[in-house]
């Protein structure tokens, strides 16, 4: 067990994560690109706090199954690498963060490549500071009061149009003359901020197959 995953105080339950399939031949399940892996953050996850390249390790709350297959057990280690990062910065820009998940690590050792990134409402996996994602739903209505007003200070739900949401902010906050401007030149954008133990779902972009009646899950 590695010393983030220990350190982290997060309690996952006895519930299972259930996805219906088609059955498939002998004892090899695949699971599509598209579906959704349920997780838990063993530390904060911040635009402010990472740096690209750095190592992230989530954690699943409860049983991944596929198919009626157990895929990988409750307090399997999910291992990523930042590829995309920007801090906020003055002129209203918002910081981002994107993680490639690339393996599961179950607590029997057994390793499971996969593909995968947080699950965005457009797709990509990039977090942006100051937008609404899906992630930001999930963790919000599921944390304390108390801890969710400081860990959504960063966090302002405004949907913005256009692709790049930090540059269009900054830019349609400038637009105008005078004071509106310098206005925007000194305000900060939002950093992204997910706090431990907050539930967050990892969207496969590529299938997985694996053999679970190898993996002796059961006694």
Same mark, same amino acid.
């Given at each position: ?10 309690? /996952? ?45 989530? %954690? ?27 801090? %906020? ?10 993680? $490639? ?7 029997? !050792? ?28 999930? /963790? ?9 007003? !400081?860990?959504?200070?960063? $966090? ?12 269009? *902010?900054? $830019? !349609?906050? %400038? ?8 206005? *925007? ?29 190898? /993996?002796?899950?059961?006694?």
């Amino acid at each position: 067990m590695n010393a983030s995953f220990a350190a982290s105080n997060y309690q /996952y339950d006895s519930s299972s994560q259930v996805y219906s399939g088609q059955p498939l031949r002998g004892s090899v399940v695949s699971v599509p690109a598209g579906a959704v892996i349920s997780a838990v953050t063993t530390s904060e996850i911040g635009s402010e706090t990472l740096v690209k390249g750095q190592a992230v390790q989530l %954690a699943l709350g409860s049983d991944f199954y596929y198919n009626g297959k157990m895929i990988a057990p409750a307090g399997s280690t999910v291992y990523g690498t930042v590829t995309e990062l920007s801090k %906020a910065k003055y002129g209203d820009m918002n910081g981002r963060v994107k993680i $490639l998940f690339t393996q599961i690590t179950t607590p029997y !050792g057994v390793q499971i490549p996969i593909s995968g990134v947080i699950k965005t409402n457009d797709g990509s996996g990039v977090l942006v500071g100051g937008t609404k994602m899906d992630v930001t739903k999930e /963790y919000a209505k599921n944390m304390a009061v108390g801890t969710a007003a !400081g860990a959504l200070s960063g $966090l302002v739900f405004g949907a913005l149009a256009g692709g790049d949401v930090g540059r269009g *902010a900054a $830019l !349609g906050t %400038a637009v105008g003359a005078g004071g509106g401007a310098v206005k *925007a030149a000194a305000k900060k954008g939002n950093p992204v901020s997910i706090p431990a133990n907050s539930r967050i779902d990892i969207l496969l972009n590529q299938p997985i197959t694996v053999n679970p009646s190898a /993996y002796s899950y059961e006694d």
